[in-house]
């Protein structure tokens, strides 16, 4: 079978989070992508939060999957000439650099365009025109100037950031979309073009419900909020709503069999409204399908706390997984707080592919994400990341059409090569 991206080649000049994902997922369609490296030094999260000595850590090896490594350096002369040729033979070039790293490379967007009309250029920075757009970014930042931090958290508490890198991996899923719609645009057009994202914008995209929220309280209070039940006035922006469901069905987290010695003994639990009579039943409150301060919705939202104390007494009998058993029965959406210990030994995720083992030549087997996107025609096969300029030979020669004797050259120039590895 062959794969949806096949035929597409991508110059990878991405590093860190954010464009590593975009890329990784590219090449888990199927496209060739060469990821270009500084020699000796290569993708800085190679060696960054190292577990196992002289092996890739795993921060590079779960970024970079089913992609070639080229080591070239672009300031040097013929390495600029390198990449003028693969940026010839290439559709597309993603590129997460700091602001104006790529114009000081001397490749503009007018440059790349005269080499190559049809190639698209994708990049991320950490903000879009405006003051900020000089600014360096990682993901933390992002989630603070992209409204997650001051939505997450508890309303007396710090601004906090979450755990899932909606500012990293979140753009490079946003960039990703960009480059095959830009893709599918060129079919019809024959050009290339700019695809841009920035990281503020990727994770606002993904807060649009605290946006929708920031309107509706120039219109009241937000009355499926807790606070709202505690008689806390709301102040001019939305604040930390703990966990509090983002959506019209109040849900919470509650303590689970366990919970005093387990972190993770929770469950999330959702009083959607068509089964309210079934949670009534459960936790033995059968009089509240009937009594006016709990039958309908809009009476429930001042006691969300009374309520979910009340469900949370029950859910403390049972385990996160008995308790979830026994609520999926009657359609209760529900989903117990799963660790990642219980995500990496979960065996329905092995099976499909979300979870994966892959064998690496340092560092031995070890655990990685596979490609959430499932495709019927397109299926993924996870290979290795590249050890740093695994490939240079093999694409000088067989991307490029470099004879070995140029090869030679090039490796002569020190253009891909660390100045320690040089020739004599
Ligand atoms: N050969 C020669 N030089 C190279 C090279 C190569 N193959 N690859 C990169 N370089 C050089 C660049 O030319 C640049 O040099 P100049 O500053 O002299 O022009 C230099 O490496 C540094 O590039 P950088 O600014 O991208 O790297 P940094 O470590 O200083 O900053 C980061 C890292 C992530 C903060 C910055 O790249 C950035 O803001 N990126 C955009 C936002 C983003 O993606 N952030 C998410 C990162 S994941 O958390």
Request: charged share 20%; aromatic share 6%; with cysteine.
């Given at each position: 079978m062959t794969q949806a991206l096949k035929g597409i080649?991508?110059?990878?000049?991405?590093?860190?989070?954010?464009?590593?994902?975009?890329?990784?997922?590219?090449?888990?369609?199927?496209?060739?992508?060469?990821?270009?490296?500084?020699?000796?030094?290569?993708?800085?999260?190679?060696?960054?939060l190292m577990d196992v000595p002289n092996a890739d850590a795993?921060?590079?090896?779960?970024?970079?999957?089913?992609?070639?490594?080229?080591?070239?350096?672009?300031?040097?002369?013929?390495?600029?000439?390198?990449?003028?040729?693969?940026?010839?033979?290439?559709?597309?070039?993603?590129?997460?650099?700091?602001?104006?790293?790529?114009?000081?490379?001397?490749?503009?967007?007018?440059?790349?365009?005269?080499?190559?009309?049809?190639?698209?250029?994708?990049?991320?920075?950490?903000?879009?025109?405006?003051?900020?757009?000089?600014?360096?970014?990682?993901?933390?930042?992002?989630?603070?100037?992209?409204?997650?931090?001051?939505?997450?958290?508890?309303?007396?508490?710090?601004?906090?950031?979450?755990?899932?890198?909606?500012?990293?991996?979140?753009?490079?899923?946003?960039?990703?979309?960009?480059?095959?719609?830009?893709?599918?645009?060129?079919?019809?057009?024959?050009?290339?073009q700019m695809v841009t994202c920035a990281m503020q914008d990727g994770v606002l995209n993904l807060c649009r419900v605290k946006l929708r929220d920031q309107q509706r309280l120039a219109h009241g209070p937000l009355r499926e909020y807790s606070q709202f039940g505690e008689g806390i006035e709301f102040?001019?922006?939305?604040?930390?709503?703990?966990?509090?469901?983002?959506?019209?069905?109040?849900?919470?987290?509650?303590?689970?069999?366990?919970?005093e010695k387990d972190p993770d003994a929770y469950i999330y639990f959702i009083t959607q409204a068509p089964v309210w009579e079934k949670i009534c039943d459960i936790i033995g409150e059968p009089t509240w399908k009937t009594d006016p301060n709990y039958a309908k919705p809009p009476a429930r939202l001042p006691r969300l706390n009374e309520i979910f104390s009340r469900i949370e007494q029950w859910?403390?009998?049972?385990?996160?997984?008995?308790?979830?058993?026994?609520?999926?029965?009657?359609?209760?959406?529900?989903?117990?707080i799963l660790s990642m210990k219980e995500l990496a030994e979960d065996k329905s995720l092995r099976k499909s592919g979300t979870v994966v083992e892959v064998d690496?030549?340092?560092?031995?087997?070890?655990?990685?994400?596979?490609?959430?996107?499932?495709?019927?025609?397109?299926?993924?096969?996870v290979k290795r990341s590249p050890l740093l300029g695994e490939h240079t030979d093999e694409i000088l020669m067989q991307v490029l059409g470099y004879s070995s004797a140029e090869v030679a050259g090039i490796k002569a120039s020190g253009a891909t090569e660390a100045p320690s590895r040089k020739p004599a």
């Open positions: 080649r991508i110059l990878d000049f991405t590093h860190v989070q954010s464009g590593p994902t975009c890329t990784q997922l590219l090449a888990w369609f199927g496209a060739d992508v060469i990821k270009v490296e500084r020699p000796g030094v290569g993708d800085i999260t190679r060696g960054q795993l921060y590079f090896t779960m970024l970079n999957h089913n992609k070639r490594s080229i080591t070239l350096d672009t300031k040097n002369k013929t390495g600029k000439d390198v990449l003028e040729r693969l940026i010839k033979n290439c559709d597309v070039l993603v590129e997460n650099f700091g602001p104006g790293v790529l114009d000081r490379m001397g490749f503009t967007w007018e440059k790349i365009q005269t080499l190559n009309p049809r190639m698209i250029v994708a990049s991320i920075k950490g903000f879009g025109p405006g003051p900020y757009e000089d600014c360096k970014v990682y993901e933390n930042v992002a989630q603070c100037t992209g409204g997650a931090a001051s939505t997450t958290g508890f309303r007396d508490g710090l601004p906090l950031v979450t755990g899932a890198q909606i500012g990293d991996s979140g753009t490079g899923l946003h960039l990703a979309l960009g480059i095959v719609t830009a893709l599918f645009q060129r079919t019809a057009t024959g050009k290339g102040g001019e922006a939305v604040p930390r709503a703990g966990n509090d469901s983002g959506g019209g069905q109040p849900g919470r987290i509650l303590k689970c069999k366990g919970w859910t403390m009998t049972k385990t996160k997984f008995e308790a979830m058993d026994i609520l999926n029965e009657f359609d209760i959406p529900c989903g117990p690496h030549p340092a560092r031995g087997k070890y655990l990685s994400v596979g490609n959430p996107i499932k495709m019927s025609d397109s299926p993924t096969e």
